[in-house]
């Protein structure tokens, strides 16, 4: 039983332009999204997160948006490099929980 | 300040046989979780401590893992007998436990069931 689902596997995007990568969620109980970015032989790192209270969410190169009502987020990375070619999983919490739920992971690559 | 670090990097096995996996937590970080990476599948959390607690082992196959985190710091994870279905890199992160996203993973230990 998937609770968070990424549906494409995999996402390639030219060098420059956005790429937007998606995630829906099954379990209304999450309050809390997280981006984790993983390079090969490397273990995810912390990219951007949400609460459920907001809906979009900013940092630098990444924004992550929120739709409570679809159960939809998505991260936007404007403008793509080179060095975001990695495996992106996106991933939810519960309230006062710091159980992590992973999803299974786009892989995205970055053409020049 | 030095990240989590974990041994073996790869390990190679027979099925039945056992294995165990060492995990250094990042200093002063009081939560310590253990996950399963199955290609292709997100992590999934296998047990998480707090020192040298158990908190949650909910998904932890008890009749063939177990897991130990002595003082508080270091932890092993042992697989005892191995499943062809146990090939999977094993993460190990750490937190202070001030929210989800100070969890720090280490590199993994990459195991291979033959």
């Known amino acids: 039983d998937q609770q968070v689902k990424q549906n494409s596997p995999s996402l390639s995007v030219q060098e420059g332009r956005i790429s937007i990568l998606n995630c829906d969620y099954t379990n209304s109980m999450f309050d809390y999204f997280l981006w984790y970015k993983k390079y090969p032989a490397e273990g995810p790192t912390f990219l951007i997160s949400?609460?459920?209270?907001?809906d979009k969410n900013e940092d630098g190169r990444f924004t992550v948006f929120l739709n409570k009502s679809a159960k939809h987020l998505s991260l936007h990375i404007v403008p793509s490099q080179p060095g975001d070619s990695a495996v992106y999983f996106c991933a939810a919490s519960g309230i006062g929980d710091d159980k992590i739920i992973f999803g299974k992971g786009t892989r995205l690559h970055i053409l020049p | 300040e030095a990240g989590v670090a974990q041994s073996p990097r790869y390990k190679i096995i027979e099925k039945r046989q056992s294995v165990a996996f060492w995990c250094n937590p990042i200093?002063?970080?009081?939560?310590l979780y253990w996950y399963q990476q199955i290609l292709g599948q997100g992590p999934k959390l296998l047990i998480q401590?707090?020192?040298?607690?158990?908190?949650?082992d909910s998904q932890l196959p008890k009749d063939r893992f177990s897991a130990e985190r002595l003082k508080g710091v270091d932890s092993t994870l042992k697989i005892q007998p191995a499943k062809l279905e146990d090939s999977a890199v094993y993460l190990c992160?750490?937190?202070?436990?001030?929210?989800?996203?100070?969890?720090?993973f280490g590199p993994g230990t990459r195991l291979l069931v033959l």
């Open positions: 949400i609460s459920s209270i907001k």
């Open positions: 401590f707090q020192n040298n607690g158990v908190v949650d």
């Open positions: 200093s002063g970080h009081a939560t």
């Open positions: 992160a750490s937190s202070q436990g001030a929210g989800v996203e100070t969890q720090y």
